[in-house]
C-alpha cells in the first residue's frame, strides 16, 4: 500500500535525519533551547515508540490521526507547548482548559497520550515531557496519514497548571472572520501564511455539527446562511445537521478526511470549505486567497510550508529548567501525584 511505503520511508529518514543531525553539533536546525537530538542518549527509541502507539491508534481509528495533530495545535496555542491541555481539572488548581468551550466535548485523544506516556515511562522513566510526547503524536500522525516529514525538535517541559480563560482567548473560533484570524495568529507569534499552511491541517478529521449550525442557519445573526457556500454542500450539510439536531453528528472537513492531501484548498475554491474560518480564507482577502490558490495547485509548496509552520508552532514559549516539569502523569502536576499518593503511605506505614 502506498501509505505504508511512506511511512515505512518516513520511519527510516527521521531515524536518519535525528542521527546524522545529532553529529553536526552546532549546525543543528533548531530554534533557540529545542533540539532534534534532546532525547539521543537519554531515549534513543522515543521516535519509535511513539511512532508504533500512533500507528495502532490510527489503525484502530483512523479519525485519531486528526485529534492528535489538533491536540498539539490547541496545547501550543495556549501558554506554549507544554503539556497544559492534558491537565484534568482538581480544586488545588486553577480552572483547566479541557472544559474551556474551544475544547470540551471536541478535543480528543487524552487516552492516547496516556497510553504512549505509559509505554515510554516504561523504557525511559522520569525523561521525556508530555508536551514533547504530544509533539511527537502530532508529528508522526501527519507522516503517517500521508503528509511531510519534517526535523522535530524537543526538550519542552510541562506546565504545572493550565489556564481556563486563557483558551478562550488564545484558541481561534471558526467564526472568525479573516482579519480575526490572522489577529489571533499574530498574538502568537504567527504570521498569514502560517495561519493559511496550518488551517491546512483541515485536511484531515471531523467537525461537530455543533460549530456549524450558525453557519447553516443564521449566519452572523442574518438569519439565513453563509450566502458562500455551495448549493449543493449546503443542502447536505442541512441534511446532516438539521436544526436543533444532535450538536455532536460529525461531518468530514474535507472529503479525503482520513488522507493528509491538499484537496482542503481545492475545496476552498469551490466553496466547499466546511467551517466559517476556512472559506473566509478565499474570500475575504487577497492574500490568504493567494496561499490557498498556491496550495491548492502545488502539493509540494503545501507540505514544505505546512512543515515549515509546524515547527515554528511547536517551538512557541517553551518551558525550560525550573519553568516546568517532566510530568509522571500527563493529567496532574507531580505535585500533586506525591499528595494523592501521600494517604497510601500513610496506610502502609500505619499498618
Ligand atoms: C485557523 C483557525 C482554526 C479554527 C477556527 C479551527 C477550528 C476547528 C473546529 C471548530 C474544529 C471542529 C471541532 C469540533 O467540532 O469538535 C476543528 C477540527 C480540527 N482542527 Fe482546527 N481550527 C483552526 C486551526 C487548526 C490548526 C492550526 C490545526 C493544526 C495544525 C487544526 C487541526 C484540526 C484538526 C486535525 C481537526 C479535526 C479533529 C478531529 O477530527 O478530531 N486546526 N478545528
Ligand atoms: C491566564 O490567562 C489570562 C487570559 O489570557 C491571563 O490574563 C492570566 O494572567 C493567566 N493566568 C496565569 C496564572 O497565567
Ligand atoms: C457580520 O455583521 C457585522 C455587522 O452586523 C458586519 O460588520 C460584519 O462584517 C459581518 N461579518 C461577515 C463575515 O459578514
Ligand atoms: C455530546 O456528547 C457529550 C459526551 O461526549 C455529551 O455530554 C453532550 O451532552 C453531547 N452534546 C449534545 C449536543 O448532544
Ligand atoms: C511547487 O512548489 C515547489 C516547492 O516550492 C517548487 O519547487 C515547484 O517548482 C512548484 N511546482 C510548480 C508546478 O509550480
Known amino acids: 500500500m502506498v501509505r505504508l511505503g511512506g511511512a515505512?520511508?518516513?520511519?527510516l529518514a527521521l531515524f536518519a535525519l535525528i542521527v546524522s543531525v545529532s553529529m553536526l553539533g552546532a549546525a543543528v536546525p533548531a530554534t533557540a533551547q529545542l533540539r532534534p537530538d534532546f532525547y539521543i542518549k537519554s531515549c534513543k527509541d522515543l521516535p519509535f515508540i511513539v511512532r508504533d502507539k500512533v500507528d495502532a491508534a490510527i489503525k484502530k481509528e483512523s479519525r485519531m490521526a486528526a485529534s492528535l495533530l489538533r491536540l498539539h495545535f490547541h496545547d501550543c496555542f495556549v501558554q506554549g507547548c507544554d503539556g497544559s491541555i492534558l491537565l484534568d481539572d482538581d480544586s488545588r488548581l486553577p480552572q483547566g482548559e479541557k472544559t474551556a468551550p474551544?475544547?470540551?466535548?471536541?478535543?480528543?485523544g487524552y487516552e492516547v497520550i496516556d497510553d504512549i506516556k505509559a509505554a515510554v515511562e516504561a523504557k525511559c522513566p522520569k525523561t521525556v515531557s508530555c508536551a514533547d510526547i504530544t509533539t511527537l503524536a502530532a508529528f508522526w500522525s501527519v507522516l503517517l496519514t500521508g503528509g511531510p516529514i519534517w526535523i522535530p525538535v524537543f526538550g519542552r517541559r510541562d506546565s504545572f497548571t493550565g489556564n481556563f480563560s486563557a483558551a478562550l482567548d488564545f484558541l481561534p473560533s471558526p467564526f472568525g472572520t479573516n482579519s480575526e484570524l490572522k489577529e489571533g495568529f499574530k498574538k502568537v507569534g504567527?504570521?498569514?501564511?502560517?495561519?493559511?499552511?496550518?488551517?491546512g491541517?483541515?485536511?484531515l478529521g471531523f467537525s461537530r455539527c455543533a460549530g456549524l449550525i450558525p453557519r447553516l442557519y443564521n449566519f452572523n445573526g442574518t438569519g439565513l446562511a453563509d450566502p458562500t457556500i455551495d448549493k449543493g454542500l449546503l443542502s447536505t450539510l442541512k441534511t446532516t445537521c438539521p436544526q436543533g439536531g444532535d450538536g455532536n453528528v460529525t461531518v468530514p472537513l474535507d472529503p479525503t478526511a482520513a488522507a493528509f492531501d491538499n484537496r482542503y484548498f481545492k475545496e476552498l475554491l469551490i466553496f466547499k470549505g466546511i467551517l466559517n474560518s476556512d472559506e473566509v480564507l478565499f474570500t475575504q482577502a487577497s492574500d490568504t486567497k493567494g496561499l490557498v490558490q498556491t496550495y491548492a495547485k502545488n502539493q509540494t509548496k503545501f507540505f514544505g510550508d505546512f512543515a515549515a509552520s509546524m515547527l515554528k508552532m511547536g517551538s512557541m514559549k517553551p518551558k525550560l529548567g525550573k519553568d516546568g516539569e517532566i510530568r509522571l502523569n500527563c493529567r496532574k502536576p507531580n505535585s500533586l501525584l506525591l499528595e494523592d499518593a501521600e494517604p497510601i503511605i500513610q496506610l502502609v506505614s500505619d499498618a
Request: proline share 4%; charged share 10%; aromatic share 8%.
Open 8 to 11: 515505512q520511508l518516513g520511519y
Open 102 to 108: 474551544p475544547n470540551f466535548n471536541s478535543v480528543r
Open 190 to 199: 504567527l504570521g498569514v501564511t502560517d495561519l493559511v499552511a496550518l488551517s
Open 201 to 203: 491541517a483541515h485536511t
